[in-house]
């Protein structure tokens, strides 16, 4: 059992930066693969990012890769995402996400956090 909380989103203009961090709390957080997704108004849910138990190996949606970064912090239950040049097409409800193994499609995580609100103006 795992619960998440997130924060750090706000609203930021193009080409700014944010960093969201995600918290859990329960039993064996270092076995968990951690995750981010995004969700914008009238979309699907979409895959973000991925990082292994380890922190060792992470994958990134092509959209994101070498703007983004996500990192863990075992010892702090945290994972984090650094985002910089941000772009309006990245404001979404950023979601953590927590399972056992590796997984993009959304519906294989067993959980979930609330959500923080990112928003990139023009």
């Known amino acids: 059992q795992v619960q998440l909380v997130e924060s750090g989103g706000g609203l930021v203009q193009t080409g700014g930066s944010l960093r969201l961090s995600c918290v859990a709390s329960g039993r064996s957080f270092g076995d968990y693969v951690m995750a981010w997704f995004r969700q914008a108004p009238g979309k699907e849910r979409e895959f973000v990012s991925a990082?292994?138990?380890?922190?060792?190996?992470?994958y990134y949606a092509g959209s994101v890769r070498d703007r983004f970064t996500i990192s863990r912090d075992n010892a702090k239950n945290t994972v984090y995402l650094q985002m910089n040049s941000l772009q309006p097409e990245d404001s979404a409800v950023y979601f953590c996400a927590a399972d056992m193994d590796w997984g993009t499609d959304s519906a294989k995580y067993d959980y979930w956090g609330q959500g923080t609100q990112v928003t990139v103006s023009s």
């Open positions: 990082i292994n138990w380890s922190g060792g190996s992470a």
